[in-house]
């Protein structure tokens, strides 16, 4: 069945660094656009970033704009979210998503940012 395991979040100081990343199995990774979402405290869930199964194409929130970096490696069916700069708006849950037959989603990894 379809995986999504997210991993690398933390707590982190402002102006500070993560990794994320996210393990896929159970689907064809490298044809799969792959995205990151995150949910804060009493919001909604929100697109973070996406990038297409060649990784020619990406697209970013533009809160995030940069600052965080999104990336792909096909050949270890993983996806990145290098977060640089962080703020304390962007503490959060975030969330590694693909489509499919249905939307997958992991279960999350929390981000605290503090300021």
């Known amino acids: 069945q379809v995986q999504l395991v997210e991993s690398g979040g933390g707590l982190v100081q402002s102006g500070g660094s993560l990794r994320l990343s996210c393990a896929a199995s159970?689907?064809?990774?490298?044809?799969?656009?792959m995205r990151w979402y995150r949910q804060a405290p009493g919001k909604e869930r929100e697109l973070v970033a996406a990038?297409?199964?060649?990784?020619?194409?990406?697209n970013y929130a533009d809160s995030v704009k940069g600052r965080f970096t999104i990336s792909r490696d096909n050949a270890k069916n993983t996806v990145y979210l290098q977060m640089n700069s962080l703020k304390p708006e962007d503490t959060a849950v975030y969330y590694c998503n693909t489509i499919t037959s249905r939307v997958y989603w992991g279960q999350g990894t929390q981000v605290t940012v503090s300021s």
């Open positions: 159970g689907f064809s990774f490298r044809t799969s656009t």
């Open positions: 990038i297409t199964s060649g990784g020619g194409s990406r």
